[in-house]
C-alpha cells in the first residue's frame, strides 16, 4: 500500500536542496534569489579547478593542506517572488545554514570525507585531540576521519551523478533519504564519545528506507532457532496439515515484522559491487553468507539499546583498526560501526539509483521552510473572533474565554474581551444542535460574558437567548461549574451524589485524547469540590481519591497540597480559598480596571487558538 504523501509542514526544514534547484517553482514566477557563503572544514583536500561546480552549489578550495583544512562553500536560496495567491511574498530568503549543511553532509556521506561547519569538532575527530590509539575517530571509520586525504576529480564526479538522482526523486522519497544520510553521518561524529548510541542510529538510520515490498519470508529451518523451539513443541501432536498451516502463519507473521523488512530490504538492496570493488580496500568485510544473520544481530542490538539501554561490548569498537567486522563473545561475529557505515552508503546509493525519478512540478512549499516556529496564541487574542465559531470548537472556545478571563480578572493581562458578535453567532447556531456538550458549552460562553456586561447594554435578542437556555446549566457539568465559577451566578445546588458523578465523568475524560479542554485550575476545582462533598458526607476514603484526582491536574501546587494534607491527616478544611487559587494574591485597588468591551490591538490571530507561523 502507497504511503500517504507528506504534507509541506511534516516535511519541514528538509527540502532545501530541492527547493533551490527548483523542483517547485511555477514557471511564469519571478524568484528571489540570494548567494550565502559558508566556511566548512574537512580533513580533505579538494583537487579540482575552482570553483568545483555542484548540481547545487558550488566548493572553492582553499590552498593549505594540514591536518584539516578549510573550503567555502556557496549556494544560490531561490524562493518564488510571489505567493500561490498573488500577493507578494515576505520571505526572501532563508538564513542559508540549512541549504550549507545538507550539501555537507551529502559530500561527507558519498565522498567519505567529513565535511562540516564546526571547526571544533571537526579538528578533535581528525586530530585525535590526543585520544590513544584504538579510540580515534578515524579507528572507526576508515577515511571519514583520517588526516590530509585528498578528494580527486573523479569523485566530484560521482557526487554529481548521485545528486541529480537525488534532487530528482519524489519530495517523500528525498526527504526520507537525506533524514537517513543526516543521521548516520551525526552517528558517526558522536561515535567516540557514544559507541553504541551511534551503532543504534546507523541501524535505525538503514532501517528508515526499509520497504515492505522487498521483505522476503524465511524457511522453517532458517526461522529463529528459539521461537522454532516452542512452536515445534506445541505442534509435536497436531495433524500435519494444521501444523503446516500454523508454521506458514508464523512465517508470514515474522515477514511482516519490522525485524524481516529491515532484514530483507537490506539484502534487496545489495549489488555485486558490494563483494567486490567496494570491498577492496577493507578489513575483514562480511562474508555474503553471514550477513544476513549479522543484520539479525544489529537489529537486536539497537532493540537492547532502545528498551534497556543495553551497552555493546568493547570488542565491537575497540581496537577494530577499521574492521567491518569482530568477534563479540555474546554473538561470535558482527558487524562494526565502520561495517555499518560501508553497508547504509552502499544501500542507500543502490535506493536512490532505483527510486522512480519525476519531473519537477509546482507546488507551494512554502511551509517546508526551514525556521518557522509555530506557537500557539493566547486567548484573548482570538476567542472575540467571528467565523470560526462550529459545534467543534465550541468546548475550545469556552477553555480560551475561561483561561483569558481568569488571566483578566487576575491582572495578568488587560487585554479586552468583545465577545457580541460571537455571542451573536452562538445565537444563530445553538438552535441548530442536538443537546449535547458542544451546545452546553456554547450557551455557557454565552452566558458567562452577559454576566460580565452591563444588563442595560444587554441586546434583546441577548436576554431572549438566556431566558430560553440558561436552565441547561443547572445540569451538573464542567460547562455549569465554569459558569458559577467564574461569574456571580449562583452555584446551582447539586447533591453530593451529582458531584461526584460529574467529577468521576470529568476524571474519566480527561484520560482520553478528545477530552473538552478546560483550564488546570478548573479541573482540579472541580476534582476538589467533589472532594468536599465526599467529606462531607463522611465518605473519607473516597474524598481522598478525588483529592489525588485535584493535585494530578495541578502538580507541585502548594495550595492544592496543603489543603490535600489536612484532609488525608484527619484535619479537612472545607473553605479552600478559591479566589487567590485562580486569581493569586489579592492586590490593591487597581487605579483602572479594563473593559471587557476594550477592542483588543492585535489583528493577525487565528481563531479557536489555531497555531500561528511566525518566520
Not at 1 to 15: F, H, I, Y
Not at 295 to 304: E, G, P, Q, T, V
Not at 419 to 435: A, N, R
Given at each position: 500500500?502507497?504511503?500517504?504523501?507528506?504534507?509541506?509542514?511534516?516535511?519541514?526544514?528538509?527540502?532545501?536542496?530541492?527547493?533551490?534547484?527548483?523542483?517547485?517553482?511555477?514557471?511564469?514566477?519571478?524568484?528571489?534569489?540570494?548567494e550565502?557563503?559558508?566556511t566548512?572544514?574537512?580533513?580533505?583536500?579538494?583537487?579540482?579547478?575552482?570553483?568545483?561546480?555542484?548540481?547545487?552549489?558550488?566548493?572553492?578550495?582553499?590552498?593549505?593542506?594540514?591536518?584539516?583544512?578549510?573550503?567555502?562553500?556557496?549556494?544560490?536560496?531561490?524562493?518564488?517572488?510571489?505567493?500561490?495567491d498573488?500577493?507578494?511574498?515576505?520571505?526572501?530568503?532563508?538564513?542559508?545554514?540549512?541549504?550549507?549543511?545538507?550539501?555537507?553532509?551529502?559530500?561527507?556521506?558519498?565522498?567519505?570525507?567529513?565535511?562540516?561547519?564546526?571547526?571544533?569538532?571537526?579538528?578533535r575527530l581528525?586530530?585525535?585531540?590526543?585520544?590513544?590509539?584504538?579510540?580515534?575517530?578515524?579507528?572507526?571509520?576508515?577515511?571519514?576521519?583520517?588526516?590530509?586525504?585528498?578528494?580527486?576529480?573523479?569523485?566530484?564526479?560521482?557526487?554529481?551523478?548521485f545528486?541529480?538522482?537525488?534532487?530528482?526523486?519524489?519530495?517523500?522519497?528525498?526527504?526520507?533519504?537525506?533524514?537517513?544520510?543526516?543521521?548516520?553521518?551525526?552517528?558517526?561524529?558522536?561515535?567516540?564519545?557514544?559507541?553504541?548510541?551511534?551503532?543504534?542510529?546507523?541501524?535505525?538510520?538503514?532501517?528508515?528506507?526499509?520497504?515492505?515490498?522487498?521483505?522476503?519470508?524465511?524457511?522453517?529451518d532458517?526461522?529463529?532457532?528459539?521461537?522454532?523451539k516452542?512452536?515445534?513443541?506445541?505442534?509435536?501432536?497436531?495433524?500435519?496439515?494444521?501444523?503446516?498451516?500454523?508454521?506458514?502463519?508464523?512465517?508470514?507473521?515474522?515477514?511482516?515484522?519490522?525485524?524481516?523488512?529491515?532484514?530483507?530490504?537490506?539484502?534487496?538492496?545489495?549489488?555485486?559491487?558490494?563483494?567486490?570493488d567496494?570491498?577492496?580496500?577493507?578489513?575483514?568485510?562480511?562474508?555474503?553468507?553471514?550477513?544476513?544473520?549479522?543484520?539479525?544481530?544489529?537489529?537486536?542490538?539497537?532493540?537492547?539499546?532502545?528498551?534497556?539501554?543495553?551497552d555493546?561490548?568493547e570488542?565491537?569498537?575497540?581496537?577494530?583498526?577499521?574492521a567491518?567486522?569482530?568477534?563479540?563473545?555474546?554473538?561470535?561475529?558482527?558487524?562494526?560501526?565502520?561495517?555499518?557505515?560501508?553497508?547504509?552508503?552502499?544501500?542507500?546509493?543502490?535506493?536512490v539509483?532505483?527510486?522512480?525519478k519525476?519531473?519537477?512540478?509546482?507546488?507551494?512549499y512554502?511551509?517546508?521552510?526551514?525556521?518557522?516556529?509555530?506557537?500557539?496564541?493566547?486567548?484573548?487574542?482570538?476567542?472575540?473572533?467571528?467565523?470560526?465559531?462550529?459545534?467543534?470548537?465550541?468546548?475550545?472556545?469556552?477553555?480560551?474565554?475561561?483561561?483569558?478571563?481568569?488571566?483578566w480578572?487576575g491582572?495578568?493581562?488587560?487585554?479586552?474581551?468583545?465577545?457580541?458578535?460571537?455571542?451573536?453567532?452562538?445565537?444563530?447556531?445553538?438552535?441548530?444542535?442536538?443537546?449535547?456538550?458542544?451546545k452546553?458549552?456554547?450557551?455557557?460562553?454565552?452566558?458567562?460574558?452577559?454576566?460580565?456586561?452591563?444588563?442595560?447594554?444587554?441586546?434583546?435578542?441577548?436576554?431572549?437567548?438566556?431566558?430560553?437556555?440558561?436552565?441547561?446549566?443547572?445540569?451538573?457539568?464542567?460547562?455549569a461549574?465554569?459558569?458559577?465559577?467564574?461569574?456571580?451566578?449562583?452555584?446551582?445546588?447539586?447533591s453530593?451524589?451529582?458531584?461526584?458523578?460529574m467529577?468521576?465523568?470529568?476524571?474519566?475524560?480527561?484520560?482520553?485524547?478528545?477530552?473538552?479542554?478546560?483550564?488546570?485550575?478548573?479541573?482540579?476545582?472541580?476534582?476538589?469540590?467533589?472532594?468536599?462533598?465526599?467529606?462531607?458526607?463522611?465518605?473519607?476514603?473516597?474524598?481522598?481519591?478525588?483529592?489525588?484526582?485535584?493535585?494530578?491536574?495541578?502538580?507541585?501546587n502548594?495550595?492544592?497540597?496543603?489543603?490535600e494534607?489536612?484532609?488525608?491527616?484527619?484535619?479537612?478544611?472545607?473553605?479552600?480559598?478559591?479566589?487567590?487559587?485562580?486569581?493569586?494574591?489579592?492586590?490593591?485597588?487597581?487605579?483602572?480596571?479594563?473593559?471587557?468591551?476594550?477592542?483588543?490591538?492585535?489583528?493577525?490571530?487565528?481563531?479557536?487558538?489555531?497555531?500561528?507561523?511566525e518566520?
Amino acid at each position: 500500500m502507497a504511503n500517504k504523501k507528506k504534507t509541506a509542514r511534516q516535511l519541514r526544514g528538509q527540502l532545501m536542496l530541492q527547493i533551490a534547484a527548483g523542483r517547485f517553482f511555477r514557471p511564469d514566477v519571478t524568484l528571489n534569489e540570494t548567494e550565502h557563503r559558508y566556511t566548512v572544514y574537512s580533513n580533505a583536500w579538494f583537487i579540482g579547478d575552482p570553483p568545483i561546480a555542484l548540481p547545487v552549489g558550488e566548493v572553492i578550495a582553499s590552498t593549505e593542506m594540514g591536518l584539516t583544512s578549510s573550503a567555502m562553500i556557496a549556494v544560490v536560496d531561490r524562493l518564488e517572488q510571489q505567493r500561490p495567491d498573488g500577493t507578494d511574498d515576505f520571505m526572501i530568503a532563508t538564513g542559508g545554514t540549512a541549504l550549507v549543511d545538507d550539501l555537507a553532509y551529502l559530500m561527507t556521506f558519498v565522498l567519505n570525507r567529513t565535511v562540516s561547519r564546526n571547526h571544533d569538532q571537526t579538528r578533535r575527530l581528525v586530530t585525535g585531540d590526543g585520544t590513544p590509539r584504538g579510540r580515534s575517530a578515524n579507528d572507526l571509520f576508515p577515511g571519514l576521519f583520517e588526516p590530509r586525504q585528498s578528494v580527486q576529480p573523479s569523485q566530484w564526479d560521482d557526487l554529481r551523478q548521485f545528486m541529480h538522482g537525488l534532487l530528482n526523486m519524489n519530495r517523500d522519497d528525498f526527504a526520507r533519504v537525506m533524514r537517513a544520510i543526516r543521521n548516520a553521518v551525526d552517528a558517526t561524529r558522536r561515535a567516540l564519545d557514544d559507541p553504541t548510541g551511534a551503532y543504534t542510529d546507523l541501524v535505525a538510520a538503514l532501517e528508515s528506507i526499509s520497504d515492505d515490498e522487498l521483505s522476503a519470508p524465511v524457511t522453517w529451518d532458517r526461522y529463529d532457532g528459539s521461537k522454532r523451539k516452542i512452536v515445534d513443541a506445541a505442534l509435536a501432536n497436531a495433524d500435519q496439515e494444521v501444523a503446516d498451516k500454523v508454521r506458514t502463519a508464523v512465517l508470514e507473521a515474522e515477514r511482516t515484522g519490522l525485524k524481516r523488512r529491515f532484514i530483507s530490504s537490506t539484502l534487496a538492496r545489495l549489488s555485486s559491487d558490494y563483494y567486490r570493488d567496494d570491498a577492496v580496500g577493507t578489513v575483514r568485510p562480511p562474508r555474503a553468507p553471514d550477513l544476513e544473520r549479522m543484520l539479525s544481530i544489529a537489529y537486536d542490538i539497537r532493540s537492547r539499546r532502545s528498551h534497556v539501554l543495553e551497552d555493546l561490548g568493547e570488542g565491537v569498537w575497540l581496537f577494530t583498526d577499521g574492521a567491518e567486522t569482530a568477534y563479540e563473545p555474546s554473538f561470535e561475529r558482527v558487524l562494526t560501526l565502520a561495517g555499518l557505515w560501508r553497508l547504509i552508503r552502499h544501500v542507500v546509493r543502490r535506493y536512490v539509483t532505483d527510486a522512480d525519478k519525476v519531473a519537477p512540478d509546482p507546488w507551494d512549499y512554502r511551509d517546508a521552510l526551514p525556521g518557522i516556529v509555530e506557537m500557539q496564541l493566547a486567548p484573548q487574542y482570538w476567542i472575540w473572533q467571528t467565523g470560526g465559531l462550529t459545534a467543534e470548537a465550541a468546548t475550545r472556545r469556552l477553555d480560551g474565554f475561561a483561561e483569558a478571563l481568569i488571566g483578566w480578572i487576575g491582572g495578568h493581562h488587560t487585554d479586552g474581551l468583545p465577545l457580541d458578535q460571537v455571542c451573536q453567532e452562538i445565537e444563530g447556531l445553538v438552535p441548530k444542535l442536538p443537546d449535547g456538550e458542544s451546545k452546553t458549552a456554547l450557551i455557557a460562553v454565552h452566558l458567562l460574558w452577559h454576566a460580565l456586561v452591563d444588563p442595560a447594554d444587554h441586546r434583546s435578542e441577548a436576554a431572549a437567548f438566556i431566558d430560553e437556555y440558561q436552565a441547561v446549566l443547572d445540569t451538573p457539568s464542567p460547562s455549569a461549574f465554569t459558569v458559577s465559577l467564574l461569574s456571580n451566578r449562583p452555584m446551582p445546588t447539586w447533591s453530593a451524589d451529582d458531584w461526584i458523578v460529574m467529577a468521576q465523568a470529568r476524571n474519566d475524560a480527561r484520560n482520553t485524547k478528545t477530552h473538552a479542554p478546560l483550564p488546570a485550575a478548573i479541573d482540579a476545582l472541580i476534582q476538589l469540590e467533589a472532594a468536599d462533598q465526599l467529606e462531607a458526607a463522611g465518605r473519607h476514603d473516597e474524598a481522598v481519591s478525588f483529592a489525588a484526582n485535584a493535585v494530578g491536574e495541578l502538580p507541585g501546587n502548594e495550595a492544592l497540597l496543603g489543603w490535600e494534607a489536612r484532609l488525608v491527616a484527619g484535619n479537612h478544611d472545607p473553605d479552600f480559598d478559591v479566589h487567590t487559587f485562580l486569581f493569586g494574591e489579592r492586590k490593591g485597588e487597581a487605579s483602572k480596571e479594563p473593559s471587557v468591551h476594550e477592542e483588543p490591538d492585535e489583528s493577525s490571530t487565528e481563531p479557536d487558538g489555531a497555531a500561528t507561523d511566525e518566520a
